[in-house]
């Protein structure tokens, strides 16, 4: 069976491939169309479909859009209940369309083999199903918003969903941290990461207040009543000073939302008994939130798949319509399911651009040597990450053992020096140098904390509350990276390195290797590893 998987209606557009149950391709949109985050999630680009992702998926597979058996659409606009948000009906009226409108991008797709897909199911099938214990768990989709509710909680059992609690509209814990990141002078349905990194460099202020307007409720759902945000911090344009009453706003409702999510989650775990937890939505990309749901929580495994983003519901999408044809379904392989360009072909791009480069004898050892000399190395390796999370593929690197690496970084990068970076370190290793959150942990969807006597080895990549977002590397899945990383440990002692995404402020991520030239020629980096070659700053 040949499924297309597509997310369109809010943000994030993406396209995933599942045949025969194995999940063959993914990719987002923003890559392609340079565009960061495909579009803004507002009514009137509901129209929009991913159509360069989906053209390559299917191209990556030597399929036509005639040779589906069905496409998979991440919302369906039946379960769309009344609603007084403007324009929310042009919204509707879009996603009915969508069938002709993929048609119209896809020639030979036949509009009548779409199939809608809840949001939320999509959601939570992107988890439970992809999940290397597949589709038997538990799980907790946690968003902004779909069709009417904001929220799944649920048990798998057999690849099957039972759906136990759903929380109604308007109350939101994604939305709730979106108006937060307004508030604050943020992008709303971008930069809730921001929020989450700011949260640590002050004291929860408002605590108890918070605890008043948002709530866990005894049937799994929660409650979520208006808060007049400036009472508590006085509204933050753009290009305003972020203060200490911006992040103790931010560090009062990052804690209410993690306490509220442990309350969610204790309720599901009495309910359904399971061992194992999944996780989806947008919210699950609060990797601080995570690691306290994994660290007190009451699940022994908790698991988040690495597109938890709207954009990884192009695939839950297409896994349920697997999962419904009574069809089993293989785990995710990884994260590196976009495109990726052989030597020649990259080869072909350097003589075009009339760069000097060379071919060493062994690419992970000159970018070693690189970084044990503190130069920044832009990485360019294999297929390109699905998701948010720069995770070895499209990467910055540079050495943790320099304090000052992280403002160089973040200068590099043009973006707020409250902005952590992260370490990359050997799957083998990183039990010695962090702790509380689970490992392995290959997608850096989760915070460690840094111990003691390590923290200041590597202080670029310890923020401010002595954590780190980790990613663990395995030399059988990632076996370049992790040789880089060895040569770099026997030159330094430091089994670690800097990994931040392979791009600038406002950018999408560089997937293809004209990106790569493009940001490396107009950003300070001393390096580009891109395939077996190497290109030096003049």
């Known amino acids: 069976m040949r499924v297309l998987g597509i997310n369109a209606v809010f943000h ?15 990719a987002e949109e923003e890559r392609f169309s340079r565009r960061k985050h495909g579009k803004r999630p507002v009514p009137f680009s509901a129209w929009e479909q991913p159509e360069q992702a989906a053209r390559w998926c299917l191209e990556h597979a030597g399929l036509t859009a005639a040779d589906l058996d069905a496409v998979a659409y991440s919302y369906d606009p039946d379960l769309v209940e009344p609603s007084d948000v403007p324009w929310e009906d042009l919204r509707t009226e879009y996603a009915r369309r969508a069938p002709y409108f993929l048609a119209t991008a896809l020639p030979g797709l036949d509009p009548a083999i779409v199939r809608f897909v809840p949001h939320h199911v999509a959601h939570a099938a992107s988890t439970a199903l992809a999940a290397p214990f597949g589709g038997d768990c538990a799980v907790l989709v946690n968003d902004g918003r779909g069709e009417c509710r904001s929220h799944l909680a649920g048990s798998y059992r057999d690849h099957k969903l039972e759906t136990l609690a759903a929380q109604h509209l308007p109350h939101s814990l994604g939305l709730f941290y979106e108006d937060l990141t307004e508030h604050l002078g943020f992008l709303r349905s971008s930069d809730e990461y921001k929020v989450m990194a700011l949260a640590s460099y002050a004291e929860p ?4 207040l918070l605890r008043e307007h948002v709530r866990a409720t005894e049937d799994g759902g929660f409650h979520v009543t208006p808060l007049d945000w400036a009472t508590l911090a006085k ?9 200490r009453e911006h992040a103790e706003l931010a560090a009062s409702v990052q804690v209410r939302v993690e306490e509220v999510l442990l309350d969610l989650v204790r309720w599901l775990h009495e309910r359904t008994g399971q061992k194992r937890l999944t996780m989806a939505g947008g919210v699950a990309l609060n990797c601080v939130a995570n690691t306290r749901i994994f660290a007190e929580g009451p ?17 839950g999408a297409a896994l349920q319509v697997v999962a419904d044809a009574g069809e089993p ?20 791009y350097l ?5 000097a480069y060379e071919e060493p004898d062994d690419v992970a050892v000159a970018v070693a040597e690189a970084l044990a000399d503190d130069r920044v190395v832009a990485w360019f390796q294999g297929r390109s990450e699905y998701g948010p999370r720069a995770l070895g593929r499209r990467s910055l690197l540079a050495h943790p053992g320099k304090a000052e690496n992280l403002e160089r970084l973040n200068n590099v990068k043009g973006r707020e020096q409250f902005r952590p970076i992260a370490p990359m370190v050997l799957a083998d290793r990183a039990a010695e140098l962090f702790e509380r959150g689970p490992l392995p942990s290959p997608y850096m969807l989760f915070v460690h904390d840094v111990r003691p006597q390590w923290r200041d080895r590597i202080p670029a990549v310890v923020h401010v509350d002595g ?31 800097v990994n931040t995404s392979l791009n600038t402020a406002g950018r999408p991520m560089v997937d293809d290797p004209r990106d790569a030239l493009e940001c490396f020629g107009s950003a300070p980096v001393d390096l580009l590893a891109i395939g077996r070659f190497v290109v030096r700053r003049p």
Request: no cysteine.
């Open 12 to 26: 994030d557009p993406a396209a995933a491939l599942v045949v025969d149950g194995e999940v063959v391709a993914a």
């Open 205 to 208: 202020k408002h605590l108890d």
């Open 235 to 243: 509204r933050r344009g753009p290009d305003d000073e972020v203060t």
């Open 299 to 315: 699940f022994d495994e908790v698991w988040v798949q690495p597109a938890a983003g709207d954009a990884g519901t192009a695939l």
């Open 329 to 348: 379904a293989a785990a995710i392989p990884g994260a590196d399911l976009g495109r990726s360009w052989t030597d020649e072909q990259i080869r072909g």
């Open 351 to 355: 003589e075009n651009a009339k760069v």
């Open 467 to 497: 954590t780190a977002r980790v990613q663990t590397v395995d030399p059988g899945s990632e076996p370049l990276m992790a040789r880089v990383i060895r040569e770099f440990d026997r030159r330094t002692g430091v089994p670690v390195v």
